[in-house]
């Protein structure tokens, strides 16, 4: 019974798209989200998406598409981060005090554009189910010239990743590293927010590579973990969330939370 | 041999900003093969030393040059061992791991070692004698255990100087022992050169060349014997300070408030 309406679901054109960005972000977020987590960028990342609220209901203000305003906000205010380094980075009420105020920000453009007012829980909490065919091919350009892009510098971005103040002391070009992957950040936390909301990227983007950090020993096993548990997470969420009903991002955002507690507790047994 | 100096520093000043030199006027040479030890009380400015030697800092005055070149322009010769590595995200990673993430890191495209990198860090593992635990989570691997897989990673590269900071902190005895015994190995048979920071003199006083001693914003280059002297530390300290010998382990004093400098034993 359940199989066979979920099959039924599948025939439907927006369940194909949501279930085909669901995968896109899935793999963007797995590859950039193993990075932002040996980088220690859970927070910045964080306040990066809230940034991108303000853009979202800045562009709809403007009448422009929501992702692309969001995507610009954010790309500026990562680059800005990767130009201010570990000054901004790491100091929590720098942070805190710019994601603030763009929450407010984003609030006065809602205000201002009020019949636009609906689309502020989309832009929260995402909406997967509404992604159209033409903004689904614009995420798989994306994706892919942002996985192309990693693929290129893989090699000193893992290493300075792991050792940073090696990677200075052996004179790898920590600054372009740096601005580069801010960009690819940018994103990908755009695009993560497609799917579960500005409010909750750490779902994706910290939650399962986190595991995949904590079990895995080398670079291949940790990017391929990091990919296959944001799947499971993503096309077990679509799965759960189109047979009850519920809101895709509650049930990402359970998945995620098991999973976690489970290899937590995993790793707790072994040791 | 050659005689040319490895690291040839004149008049050297060094620190983060130029308002406040950490060290001034400092002029050193030194030669390959040589083991140095670098010691002074917290915030003399040993790491900043080694950071400036390394090229990730500027001098503020004076010249500077590693293998006849500036700082920073011949990074390859030159191996590093930070003090800090522990990271948490770094635990899970083996040894090997590392290793390979060093090697290629001048590279671009994708991670992958081909065989010469392989045998590279094969080789790099037994110099330290790491062999045995380089394929354990580094967060596995014990404190001394974890050094050695730090200086098989500054080995990489075969450089001709290493710079070590404070690698000797926080080991029990018979790790340190081990340590220093692969150290004066490398210098020894290699000629590499060792700079390295420490806290206890009494445990490399049988293995390194000369020190240099730092304190009170000066630093000086020289045989033990001339540096550890009452008459001569309290010249650089600027106050009566006087060395003391006891049971084969040196001791300098403050002569006024009978305090201990933490320069001759880890714990002060």
Not at chain 1, 12 to 32: K, P
Not at chain 1, 115 to 131: E, T, W
């Amino acid at each position: 019974m359940f199989v066979a309406s979920m099959f039924e679901l599948t025939q439907y054109s927006f369940m194909q798209n949501a279930f085909m960005a669901g995968t896109v972000i899935a793999v963007l977020a797995g590859v950039i989200g193993y990075f932002v987590v040996l980088k220690q960028l859970g927070f910045t990342s964080h306040a990066l998406s809230h940034i991108g609220f303000a853009g979202a209901c800045g562009a709809g203000l403007l009448g422009l598409s929501l992702m692309s305003g969001q995507l610009l906000l954010t790309l500026i205010a990562a680059l800005l981060m990767a130009f201010f380094g570990d000054r901004v980075q790491k100091n929590d009420a720098a942070i805190g005090i710019i994601l603030a105020f763009s929450l407010g920000l984003g609030s006065l453009f809602l205000y201002s554009y009020d019949h636009y007012a609906g689309s502020a829980s989309r832009i929260l909490f995402g909406d997967l189910l509404s992604v159209t065919t033409q903004s689904l091919h614009q995420m798989e350009i994306l994706s892919l010239l942002c996985i192309l892009i990693i693929a290129l510098i893989a090699r000193p971005l893992w290493f300075s990743a792991l050792l940073p103040e090696l990677a200075l002391a052996r004179g790898l070009p920590v600054r372009i590293l740096q601005y580069t992957f801010f960009a690819l950040l940018a994103v990908a936390i755009t695009l993560t927010s497609q799917a579960v909301g500005i409010l909750m990227i750490f779902t994706l983007l910290i939650g399962p590579p986190a595991v995949a950090v904590r079990c895995s020993q080398s670079f291949w096993s940790g990017i391929f973990l990091s990919i296959l548990f944001n799947l499971i997470a993503i096309w077990l969420a679509l799965a759960l969330s189109a047979a009850t009903n519920w809101p895709l991002s509650f049930w990402v955002s359970t998945i995620v939370l098991l999973g976690y507690i489970a290899a937590s507790s995993l790793q707790t047994l072994r040791s | 041999m050659d005689k040319l100096p490895i690291i040839n520093a004149q008049n050297l000043s060094i620190g983060y900003s130029k308002k406040q030199a950490l060290i001034e006027n400092l002029t050193a040479q030194i030669y390959p093969g040589e083991f140095i030890a670098i010691l002074g009380p917290n915030g003399a400015g040993k790491t900043t030393l080694l950071k400036t030697f390394l090229g990730a800092l500027a001098p503020l005055q004076g010249s500077l040059k590693l293998l006849n070149h500036l700082p920073h322009q011949d990074c390859i010769g030159i191996g590093y061992m930070p003090q800090q590595i522990l990271r948490p995200e770094l635990l899970h990673l083996t040894g090997r791991t590392l290793l390979g993430a060093t090697i290629q890191a001048h590279q671009w495209g994708l991670p992958y070692l081909n065989a010469e990198q392989e045998s590279e860090i094969k080789l790099a593992l037994a110099k330290v004698e790491a062999t045995d635990f380089a394929d354990k989570a580094f967060g596995e691997c014990s404190g001394g255990q974890q050094r050695r897989i730090m200086l098989a990673q500054a080995l990489l590269g075969q450089p001709k100087i290493l710079l070590l900071d404070e690698p000797l902190a926080n080991l029990d005895f018979r790790h340190q022992e081990k340590f220093i015994e692969i150290l004066t190995r490398l210098s020894r048979d290699q000629s590499v050169t060792i700079l390295m920071t420490t806290h206890d003199i009494n445990l490399v006083a049988n293995a390194m060349t000369r020190v240099i001693y730092l304190a009170k914003g000066k630093g000086i280059l020289g045989d033990f014997a001339k540096i550890f002297t009452s008459e001569k530390l309290s010249e650089l300290y600027q106050t009566p300070m006087e060395v003391v010998q006891h049971q084969h382990r040196f001791f300098v004093v403050h002569k006024e408030t009978g305090q201990i400098e933490n320069v001759c034993c880890e714990h002060v």
